[in-house]
């Protein structure tokens, strides 16, 4: 079972790079595509807008890839200072308000889809839902990367190093 939550984990890495770029690349170019329009006196209405929700969509899936490499910073000086029991107690009590924001992320997001479904962007014929629907999955894997740690660390019983404990 292990294997086959590690080749989850793999698959939807590899989802969320590529993903993330296209996304970089569909940025660049409707920036691209708003800077030139200016520059010739025939700007774009939609290119600012769009670029807003490409990098709303972009920082949703860079915080699922750096949740899922453990890669957000971390400050641990002090942290790693204390006794073992203590730091069990902080990093279980970090990882399990880690699991809170990400379902806090999850039900808004769900919360703020459903509330915007129906109203139209200002310069897209689109539902503004679209900006807030990434707050959806990256809820959801901010939740389980979470729980996947806190459950790793308990059945490890020691300090973890770098990348012990990514599925």
Not at 70 to 82: C, F, G, K, T
Not at 140 to 164: C, N, S, W, Y
Request: with cysteine; aromatic share 6%; glycine share 8%.
């Amino acid at each position: 079972m292990p294997r086959a939550f590690a080749l989850l984990g793999r698959a939807v890495d590899l989802v969320v790079a590529g993903l993330s770029a296209l996304g970089l690349v569909a940025l660049l170019c409707v920036v691209t595509l708003g800077i030139v329009g200016r520059a010739v006196g025939a700007p774009f209405a939609w290119t600012e807008e769009l670029s807003g929700y490409l990098m709303v969509w972009l920082a949703c899936l860079g915080t699922i890839l750096a949740t899922r490499n453990r890669a957000h910073i971390r400050i641990r000086v002090l942290i790693d200072l204390l006794p073992t029991g203590a730091w069990r107690i902080t990093e279980t009590l970090t990882q399990v308000m880690v699991a809170l924001i990400g379902a806090v992320l999850f039900v808004k997001g769900i919360e703020l889809v459903h509330k915007n479904g129906d109203i139209e962007a200002v310069a897209m014929p689109i539902a503004t839902a679209w900006m807030y629907l990434p707050l959806v999955p990256t809820g959801a894997i901010v939740f389980v990367q979470a729980v996947v740690d806190l459950v790793a660390r308990a059945l490890a019983g020691r300090r973890e190093t770098g990348k012990d404990f990514v599925l």
